[in-house]
């Protein structure tokens, strides 16, 4: 263990063939508590090698292990039974997240349920996938199979750990793929915690695998991989680019959901309390780092003004804490990487737009990565804070005059993520809705999310959809299958 590491620290292994295992070099990395910048966990720092032996065993549990053969009935019932093991544990879970996260564990807590219903519903989705008779003119039978892709390697994010290991996980495994997941660096030990229950709840061994390491020198092999078939990619749009082309060289099957810039719409006929509200929370809820975030705050002339003063109002009032406190309302962010880039685009801001509130860190903590949600207002749609995912708690806001000036904003980005449009009018709704080019769009509301709802990006927010019968979709290759029903021979010679 490196000197300096208070002995209570807890060491991970990871999770390999169901088994519990060090990293080949026995090298392990440090996972931190960002409100005390101390060390909480210390686990595996995966390689190559450790890749290798990863998708050697989901590829093995693939091919000739007994999940191939497992009924999508009883693969449903995995994925209940791991449900369950989940709510019983969810106040462990939930406060290991917040501790690890920042998070307010009163959101890791609907995080945890989030993560259940999940698995529920994708065991539900188990025994409904269906196949297709195709009308086909001949005195033949064709049909359309579905079948499970292969071994899905799975890379995903810090902002919602073991969420996102679950929205990409449950359909895999409800359609009967294996999988190797790789969470986060800074994020790593639910997903590991989770882990303890995989073989009791029926998964044979192989089947997932979990395995702990950095972005370059354990999720890159594993993208690389030729026995990997798909890989299911959540994170930012420099990396998700690298990987669409790291994967071109074995033609793998990708999906990508790489954040946005999403634009909030604020009509001067919204309803005011609950469009401030909206938001409020649209940008800030789990600090910003919220891959929806409406960081554009878009405000229509006549109630701009009125807008941005009770917007700075009410986000004064917003309570910063300490993530296990059930008041909090936003913790520290993440890492300090992410906090030394939120702060940068904060001194950004202040060249290229006007500041309405925050702009620092929150100095009345002594200690973790507290920054205070921060307002920008008089913002040009062609400023950096405009363009570029911040994924912290910084708002944009900019003023449009008319509907047809909202939707060209709106639009005038790289991503296309998601969106919202508050107007009591159910008319200018729909036409705005319609001229948006984005994956969601919510009507006076932003950022409710339905495991039976698709999920995912236009434009350069990536490709795919996760969630609902969608996301399942996306871990089955289709095979056709003729039946010749003509018992006279072809007669070609
Ligand atoms: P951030 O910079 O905010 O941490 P990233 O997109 O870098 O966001 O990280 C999201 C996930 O992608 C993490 O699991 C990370 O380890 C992984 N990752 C980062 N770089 C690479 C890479 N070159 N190849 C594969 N995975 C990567
Ligand atoms: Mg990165």
């Not at 685009?345 to 990565?369: C, I, N, P, T």
Request: aromatic share 10%; net charge negative; charged share 25%.
């Amino acid at each position: 263990m490196p000197g300096g590491v208070k002995t209570d620290v807890k060491t991970y292994q990871m999770y390999i063939n169901g088994e519990w295992v060090a990293s080949q070099s026995n090298k392990t990395f440090p996972v931190y508590d960002p409100s005390t910048e101390e060390v909480i966990a210390q686990v595996p720092d995966a390689n190559a090698e450790d890749v290798n032996r990863a998708v050697a065993s989901a590829k093995a549990a693939f091919e000739d292990g007994p999940w191939a053969t497992t009924t999508a009935q009883e693969r449903g019932r995995v994925l209940f039974r791991l449900a369950d093991k989940i709510r019983q544990n969810t106040a462990m879970l939930a406060e290991l997240e917040a501790r690890n996260t920042g998070k307010p564990i009163v959101e890791a807590e609907y995080d945890i349920g989030d993560v259940a219903t999940c698995f529920e519903y994708y065991g539900g989705l188990a025994t409904k996938i269906l196949g297709y008779v195709n009308p086909v003119p001949d005195n033949a039978m064709s049909l359309t199979l579905k079948e499970p892709i292969g071994v899905a390697g799975q890379i995903i994010p810090w902002n919602y750990p073991l969420l996102m290991g679950a929205w990409k996980l449950a359909p895999a495994l409800a359609a009967g793929c294996t999988c190797v997941l790789k969470p986060a660096e800074q994020t790593p030990i639910t997903a590991l915690e989770m882990a303890n229950w995989l073989a009791d709840v029926g998964l044979p061994p192989g089947v997932v695998n979990i395995i702990t390491g950095f972005g370059e020198s354990c999720g890159a092999p594993l993208v690389q991989h030729p026995d990997v078939n798909k890989v299911a990619f959540t994170g930012s749009a420099a990396v998700g680019k690298i990987i669409v082309k790291m994967a071109a060289d074995t033609v793998k099957r990708v999906t990508l959901e790489l954040g946005g810039k999403s634009p909030n719409i604020f009509f001067a006929d919204a309803d005011f309390e609950a469009a401030i509200d909206g938001a409020l929370f649209g940008v800030f809820i789990n600090q910003g780092e919220v891959c929806s975030a409406g960081s554009r705050v878009l405000v229509q002339k006549p109630i701009y003004k009125k807008f941005v003063d009770a917007m700075v109002e009410k986000a004064k009032k917003i309570k910063l804490g300490a993530p296990l406190d059930r008041d909090t309302k936003m913790g520290p962010l993440v890492s300090k990487d992410q906090y030394d880039r939120v702060r940068s685009y904060q001194e950004v801001g202040k060249k290229e737009a006007k500041l309405a509130s925050g702009g620092g860190r929150a100095e009345k903590f002594a200690k973790g990565y507290y920054v205070e949600p921060t307002i920008f207002y008089d913002v040009d749609n062609s400023a950096r804070i405009a363009r570029e995912e911040i994924f912290g708690p910084v708002a944009t806001v900019i003023p449009f005059d008319d509907e047809k000036d909202a939707v060209k904003i709106a639009n005038d980005s790289p991503y296309g993520l998601a969106a919202a449009v508050w107007t009591r009018d159910i008319f200018k709704a729909f036409r705005t809705v319609k001229a948006i080019r984005a994956g969601i769009v919510w009507i006076n509301h932003m950022q409710p999310t339905y495991v039976e709802a698709p999920w995912g990006g236009y434009k350069q927010s990536g490709f795919g959809r996760e969630l609902g019968p969608w996301g399942i979709e996306e871990y089955l290759e289709t095979k056709q299958v003729h039946i010749n029903l003509n018992e006279q021979p072809i007669g070609w010679y």
